[in-house]
T-cell receptor, first 112, second 114 residues
Framework: TQLLEQSPQFLSIQEGENLTVYCNSSSVFSSLQWYRQEPGEGPVLLVTVVTGGEVKKLKRLTFQFGDARKDSSLHITAAQPGDTGLYLCAGERERANSKLTFGKGITLSVRP | DAGITQSPRHKVTETGTPVTLRCHQTENHRYMYWYRQDPGHGLRLIHYSYGVKDTDKGEVSDGYSVSRSKTEDFLLTLESATSSQTSVYFC?????????????FGPGTRLTVL
């Protein structure tokens, strides 16, 4: 059983569209991170959320941590081809001593 | 970019042979990690280190061993490679011991076991 479920697994949209993707769990996390990975490269951190209900914005990307700290969402406004990539969420369970658990990822393709 | 290098970047080997992958950092970060990434499984932690000669197992440690004799180097060894260990291996580093600390990833090593 995957601890962090990400949905949808694949998403192909047109440039300019908005989208929301999700990272869900039945477990509580003390923090949750979102990474983006491009082909042939390692993941790169986008954001870390720590407080339940927290919302963070990074240009056109909006990240929200659920009130119960079990889930998170990523909303992209006016998607661009440069947003194409694999989006991974990763959470630290309480008392996990810096070990992260990763979801399987969401493959996003933004067509020009 | 965080100073992390992995070597080799690509390797093809045969079942039963030993393989060692190297991760080198120039950031003097305390924590180092080895992950494998496979389609349908995402990133899974193999082993990690919280200091020189201090290591611990991750969720998929069977068939792998690690060593850290210097702060900057973390070695992953497959004692006898199997086809199920064909994967892309990523090394990561972080400065602190909190899950809120950024993990910086290396460029990956693509390993094929025939």
């Amino acid at each position: 059983t995957q601890l962090l479920e990400q949905s949808p697994q694949f998403l192909s949209i047109q440039e300019g569209e908005n989208l929301t993707v999700y990272c869900n769990s039945s477990s509580v996390f003390s923090s949750l991170q979102w990474y983006r990975q491009e082909p042939g490269e390692g993941p790169v951190l986008l954001v870390t959320v720590v407080t339940g209900g927290e919302v963070k914005k990074l240009k056109r990307l909006t990240f929200q941590f659920g009130d119960a700290r079990k889930d998170s969402s990523l909303h992209i406004t006016a998607a661009q081809p440069g947003d194409t990539g694999l989006y991974l969420c990763a959470g630290e369970r309480e008392r996990a001593n810096s070990k992260l658990t990763f979801g399987k990822g969401i493959t996003l393709s933004v067509r020009p | 970019d965080a100073g992390i290098t992995q070597s080799p970047r690509h390797k093809v080997t045969e079942t039963g042979t030993p393989v060692t992958l190297r991760c080198h950092q120039t950031e003097n970060h305390r924590y180092m990690y080895w992950y494998r990434q496979d389609p349908g499984h995402g990133l899974r932690l193999i082993h990690y280190s919280y200091g020189v000669k201090d290591t611990d197992k991750g969720e998929v440690s069977d068939g792998y061993s690690v060593s850290r004799s210097k702060t900057e180097d973390f070695l992953l060894t497959l004692e006898s490679a199997t086809s199920s260990q064909t994967s892309v291996y990523f090394c990561a580093i972080s400065e602190g011991d909190s899950g809120t600390d950024t993990q910086y990833f290396g460029p990956g090593t693509r390993l094929t076991v025939l």
